[in-house]
């Protein structure tokens, strides 16, 4: 699946959790179960709703707002064109609170497949990107890639500009603007604020950060000279020493002037 499960340790808020830090219990502390509970009192499995709403708004985000047959999210040295092509969604949401003051909470995994090409080629790969614990206060999770498909050099730039570029905004423009959605549809609350990437384009370094760096030329300094006269002698003068003709010594500011005699 493009989903994997969550790790047992470093969890984000779950769903009980959210409940005791925001909604009110739905059982009054010394009553019965259903003693005393307000008639306006809402819980409603939203799960389903979720899972059908939350991949439309993925499978946009890396396309132009404004023409929607077109994709914008291109890594920025080889021009990679990336696209959302599939979502899967795993997890829970519900409605909870009283009808004047609601609570929309939630706790999604994510599986996402990504088509990979190079524009005016005939090259295509698949990748696939999971989010784990997008929740209520988890609003951008970190973005897992798993592109074992791809060339090296392509897996490379494809996952930083998910991972760290402009594509992991895209993605999380897509939950943000989900998350307002469904707030603004099922609750009185004022919606979160959504960001917008689209017009505010965050520059990439000028040299892909991934790469290998070059090391630097091997020294070509000249042998230093030999001294004559003045306290110090020639290395050649005594027997024993190597020179630098032979090239038994390192480079020449690691060569010391053996002692005169």
Same mark, same amino acid.
């Given at each position: ?20 830090q ?8 010394g009553r ?22 939350? !991949? ?6 890396m ?17 990679y ?24 909470q ?38 897992? %890639? ?7 050099h ?15 905004r895209?993605?999380?423009? =897509? ?7 469904a ?13 917008d ?28 000279? %030999?001294?004559?006269? =003045? ?7 005594? !027997?024993?020493? !190597? %020179? ?18």
């Amino acid at each position: 699946p493009l989903w994997c499960k969550p790790p047992a340790q470093g969890r984000g808020a779950g769903l009980g959790e959210l409940r005791r830090q925001g909604a009110p219990s739905a059982r009054p502390h010394g009553r019965g179960p259903t003693e005393g509970m307000s008639l306006d009192w809402v819980e409603r499995d939203l799960t389903d709703w979720a899972k059908r709403t939350l !991949p439309e708004f993925l499978l946009i985000s890396m396309q132009d707002p404004d023409n929607k047959d077109e994709c914008i999210a291109r890594t920025p040295w080889q021009s990679y064109i990336v696209c959302v092509a599939e979502v899967q969604i795993d997890g829970e949401a519900s409605l909870t609170g009283r009808k004047s003051h609601s609570l929309f909470q939630f706790e999604l995994n994510i599986g996402i497949r990504l088509d990979i090409e190079l524009e005016g080629k005939d090259d295509y790969w698949p990748g696939v990107v999971q989010m784990v614990h997008f929740d209520n206060v988890n609003v951008a999770p970190p973005i897992i %890639t798993r592109m074992e498909e791809l060339p090296p050099h392509v897996a490379d730039e494809v996952a930083w500009y998910v991972r760290e570029g402009m594509g992991r905004r895209y993605l999380w423009h =897509g939950l943000a603007r989900w998350h307002a959605y469904a707030v603004k549809k099922w609750t009185t609350s004022e919606p979160p604020p959504v960001p917008d990437p689209y017009r505010n384009v965050e520059k990439p370094p000028e040299s892909p950060p991934f790469a290998k760096k070059k090391l630097p030329p091997a020294s070509t300094e000249a042998e230093p000279p %030999t001294m004559q006269h =003045g306290g110090a002698c020639s290395s050649s003068a005594r !027997p024993g020493v !190597p %020179t630098v003709e032979s090239g038994a010594l390192d480079p020449p500011e690691n060569i010391g002037s053996p002692p005169c005699p």
